[in-house]
């Protein structure tokens, strides 16, 4: 791309989408790979406060919804394949050694490697799910495998089943760890083999849409067995439902749009379920984390995934930091219990 053309692009991503949207593709769009200090700095260093106004209030709140509205028209798989069907090995480059976990760590102190923090937050979550071993165990949105993996690891005997929409994901859960998971929208798919005894999600239901909510915790309810349990860990709109940062998101999730938490909630309570457990956990540790490994891998990034994928991540990883250091989104993990009737 020229620089005429990305000025043009610039200017109509200004007018459609707004500045964030605008100034993020201009910089995955650059001509050479992004300074890892100037480019941290530049998203979250603090700005005047009429440029954070002008930043947050345009597009208006009309315009927003009727974008975001036409990305959500698109296929889910769709969405799924352009941020995770990439390459296996570019991932491998900066998430965490053993696992392969793609979510929010838990890191109990500054020092402490990545992969100690996700192996933290996979004990956090196995106490979650309060497991005697033989439970029959469902994990939507199951990526690499990495939860399936840990509760194996972990001595549990009970059938576990993944289900995922990435086919890059598909085929390293199943070669490479003989895992059993299949391609499957768990949105608009049929739970098959039901009843369960847990139902698990990890960074899934962030790709549930607003619409789609209620009817897939119906489905989620439906798919326990009596005094099943679902335990889900996903961020959430604390606020509005269509703020700036929903379409500069549209650039790396495209086609998934946040649900307001409080929204999660009244969901779940209205098929049935009862919520034990809702917890607000820090991501921000995490996302540093894997910038800087990204960075320290530059050379083979570039190789593998070329210069504007690499942009991209580059661009995802301190948009995202600022995402939660504004509070527009916190990391919630929650447990969902199903009633015996």
Request: hydrophobic fraction near 40%; aromatic fraction near 14%.
């Amino acid at each position: 791309m020229n620089n005429l053309n990305r000025l043009f692009q610039f200017a109509s991503n200004m007018v459609v989408q707004g500045p964030l949207y605008a100034i993020a593709n201009a910089r995955i769009h650059s001509p050479i790979p992004l300074d890892a200090a100037e480019n941290w700095k530049f998203w979250n260093e603090q700005k005047s406060s009429w440029v954070e106004s002008l930043v947050r209030a345009y597009p208006p709140s009309s315009r927003r919804k009727t974008y975001l509205d036409s990305m959500l028209a698109q296929d889910h798989a769709n969405g799924i394949e352009a941020h995770y069907d990439i390459s296996n090995e570019f991932y491998a480059l900066f998430l965490d050694t053993k696992y392969r976990f793609y979510t929010c760590a838990e890191f109990l102190s500054d020092t402490e490697t990545l992969e100690a923090a996700q192996e933290n937050k996979a004990k956090y979550l196995l106490s979650l799910l309060n497991l005697s071993g033989s439970e029959k165990i469902l994990d939507l949105g199951c990526g690499w495998g990495a939860m399936l993996r840990y509760l194996q690891d972990a001595g549990h005997w009970g059938e576990l089943t993944g289900f995922t929409l990435s086919k890059e994901q598909l085929t390293y859960a199943r070669e490479k760890l003989g895992l059993n998971v299949s391609l499957t929208n768990f949105i608009t798919a049929p739970f098959e083999n039901a009843p369960y005894d847990r139902i698990l999600s990890i960074g899934a239901l962030e790709h549930v849409r607003p619409k789609e909510l209620q009817q897939l915790y119906q489905k989620i309810y439906d798919a326990l067995a009596p005094q099943g349990l679902a335990v889900h860990q996903f961020f959430s709109f604390e606020r509005e439902p269509y703020p700036a940062s929903a379409i500069l998101l549209q650039l790396f999730f495209p086609g998934s749009l946040l649900v307001i938490h409080r929204h999660h909630i009244e969901a779940a309570e209205s098929v049935g379920f009862r919520i034990t457990h809702d917890s607000i956990h820090d991501y921000k540790p995490t996302i540093r984390a894997w910038y800087k490994r990204l960075v320290e891998n530059q050379a083979r990034a570039l190789e593998l995934v070329g210069l504007e994928i690499y942009n991209r991540y580059m661009t995802f990883f301190p948009v995202a930091w600022l995402f939660f250091a504004q509070k527009e989104a916190e990391l919630h993990r929650i447990v969902m219990k199903k009633s015996s009737h």
